[in-house]
């Protein structure tokens, strides 16, 4: 999207959420409770930050459910008349080129030898490296964590892209059957009330409280009726200064109290509900909202634009530093110069990927996927 059409309450959102994803993982592989980090700060406000990052991932799929059906709606003024075809090639030019890189660097690495890139047996189960890329291009890479475990490092992120891709293929078959706004919002509140009674009969299992489709696709259905509802209604107290503190304020203490292991039952219910609640502005948005940002939001929002390929790719340099600088022998504050590290290599390869392959791509196949349609559109 061009950089005057961004909005930048949804990209601050997206770049809370992915710094979350970040810290999250890069405190599995080097454990940040003997740093300074944890000394100015305390031991259990850094692991209490660290320990639910999967909460980001929830608020990336209330966000995908907003942005896809209010760009829908934008498109083809109303759902039943969306052109799937159109839509699916969207989506294409979007994901997949990003995708089939992460493949290509993975599967390189792991045929040179690289450990970390290779395979492992997790439960007993040798899996080789084809049956893992299939799982990564037909959206079941969560079936297969469920089935084998982490069974590769670097590609473990693509259990959410699973879950998001069955919603991109199904979201406008949904959308030409049912037709009407109310007939969805019903489907979607359907699917609201199913995912905490998933996770709840999944207990004991994180591969079924967190990972399967019907355990996240509440987050998603919460942004597809946020967009939908957040036209028709706009409550002056949806959108005051008072109304969104406070849901920050409840999010960041639902965050920070409970262990998602514990809470994930109503908790991600709850934390998608307050990610859909900051969204409702975002259809209002003007050029003011933008100019309101300081430096540290103006880097949050390119965190945010940024985020698809940060979240794909930061295992990479993660893997790296894991090979290079084995858990064991960094101690202290070493540590936070690995965490600087990680996060200034993630940025930068994220960076040069959107800049320079990401973004060229998207273009060039948006122009040959959609020109035939807009073609004979005209003609017809």
């Not at 049912?178 to 699917?191: D, G, K, N, Q, V």
Request: include cysteine; glycine fraction near 6%.
């Amino acid at each position: 999207m061009p950089a005057d059409m961004r909005n930048r309450r949804i990209d601050l959102i997206r770049g809370v959420a992915i710094l979350l994803v970040l810290f999250h993982h890069f405190n599995i592989a080097y454990r940040l409770s003997d740093t300074s980090l944890a000394a100015v700060f305390g031991p259990e406000l850094v692991q209490a930050v660290a320990r639910n990052g999967n909460y980001g991932v929830t608020m990336f799929f209330v966000v995908s459910g907003y942005l896809i059906t209010s760009n829908a709606l934008r498109r083809w003024g109303q759902l039943g008349r969306i052109d799937a075809w159109a839509f699916y090639g969207l989506r294409i030019a979007r994901i997949v080129p990003c995708l089939l890189l992460l493949l290509t660097i993975v599967n390189v690495l792991a045929l040179y030898g690289v450990a970390i890139f290779q395979n492992h047996v997790a439960t007993g189960e040798p899996v080789p490296l084809w049956h893992v890329n299939l799982a990564s291009l037909t959206f079941t890479m969560n079936l297969l964590i469920a089935r084998v475990g982490w069974v590769n490092y670097p590609l473990g992120v693509l259990w959410s892209l699973s879950v998001e891709e069955v919603f991109y293929l199904t979201f406008p078959l949904l959308c030409l059957v049912l037709r009407r706004e109310s007939l969805l919002c019903l489907f979607w509140a359907t699917i609201i009330a199913v995912g905490p009674l998933y996770r709840l009969t999944h207990q004991g299992d994180e591969a079924g409280f967190l990972y399967a489709y019907f355990a996240s696709f509440d987050g998603i259905a919460m942004g597809c009726a946020a967009a939908v509802l957040s036209r028709r209604f706009a409550p002056a107290g949806m959108t005051t200064w008072f109304t969104q503190t406070a849901v920050v304020a409840l999010m960041t203490f639902l965050y920070l109290w409970w262990p998602i292991a514990q809470s994930n039952v109503l908790g991600v219910t709850a934390m998608a509900l307050g990610t859909a609640a900051l969204l409702w502005p975002a259809q209002r948005s003007t050029a003011d909202d933008a100019r309101r940002f300081n430096r540290v939001g103006a880097a949050l929002a390119w965190c945010g634009k940024n985020s698809y390929e940060l979240y794909l790719f930061h295992l990479i340099p993660l893997a790296v530093l894991k090979t290079g600088f084995p858990r064991a022998t960094v101690l202290g504050d070493e540590k936070l110069v690995l965490l600087a590290a990680f996060m200034l290599f993630s940025f930068l390869l994220a960076a040069g990927i959107a800049r320079y392959y990401a973004e060229p791509l998207n273009r060039a196949l948006r122009q040959r996927l959609l020109q035939p349609r807009r073609t004979q559109s005209t003609i017809g």
